[in-house]
């Protein structure tokens, strides 16, 4: 399979602990895009970079959310001392922009479920 | 503010039946519009888009500007259309992160 791929697809962890998710994006794509869902909305978008620069954070990114994409690669979404309101399905997306934007295409997603 | 209004939850048509899905939308500027599609246990993927003003599956969408609306519409409604469907904008050629309606689940019923 060579389109987004995210790992792990599954994660329980206990209030107060940290997660990390990773995002390998298709090969050619110079963004990435991390969004969040929950049960009965659309994905919100949560932050996105061009290359390895972290170009917009939405307001939903609170200081216990961290992104990076080191080398424009692969990206991470870290959080620190979870809440069960960080319970929900993360979804990474990336697209190739020249001119314009290609289309955005999504990875399977992480779910996190926090207990 | 962006915004993206997809009025009905749920949608339930017969197989052979028109389908419209609503799509309106709050953009000061000019947006791109866009429909993806989550069908069961698969990835959210792109249905179409209207700068491409294509037929995908047998899906149009017209961008009315006057109304801000992007509906959705299939002449006949077949069981495998049955998928969540998202509606979604993003500023003047893509350069804005998508912004996505709540979605409506379209149930095509034999």
């Known amino acids: 399979d060579t389109g987004v791929s995210q790992d792990p697809r599954h994660k329980i962890t206990k209030r107060g602990q940290n997660v990390t998710f990773r995002c390998d994006p298709i090969?050619?794509?110079?963004?990435l895009y991390w969004y969040r869902q929950t049960l009965g909305q659309g994905p919100e978008f949560l932050t996105y970079f061009q290359n390895e620069a972290q170009l917009e954070k939405s307001r939903l990114l609170s200081d216990r959310f961290s992104a990076e994409r080191p080398k424009g690669s692969f990206s991470t979404l870290e959080i620190q001392r979870t809440e069960q309101g960080d319970s929900a399905m993360y979804l990474c997306?990336?697209?190739?922009?020249?001119?314009?934007?290609?289309?955005?295409?999504f990875g399977q997603g992480t779910r996190l479920t926090v207990v | 503010a962006q915004r993206v209004t997809q009025p009905e939850k749920l949608l339930s048509v017969f197989k052979g039946a028109p389908v419209e899905l609503k799509c309106n939308y709050s953009?000061?500027?000019?947006?791109?519009l866009f429909w993806y599609v989550q069908y069961s246990r698969q990835r959210l993927q792109l249905l179409l888009r209207?700068?491409s003003r294509e037929s995908i599956k047998g899906f149009t969408a017209d961008l009315n500007k006057g109304e801000t609306s992007f509906h959705l519409k299939k002449p006949f409604a077949q069981e495998e259309d049955s998928a969540m469907y998202y509606c979604?904008?993003?500023?003047?050629?893509?350069?804005?992160?998508?912004?996505f309606g709540k979605g409506t689940r379209l149930s095509v019923i034999a």
């Open positions: 953009y000061s500027g000019s947006p791109e």
């Open positions: 209207h700068i």
């Open positions: 997306a990336s697209s190739f922009r020249q001119v314009r934007d290609t289309e955005a295409f």
């Open positions: 090969s050619e794509h110079n963004r």
């Open positions: 979604a904008l993003s500023g003047y050629s893509g350069n804005t992160p998508l912004v």
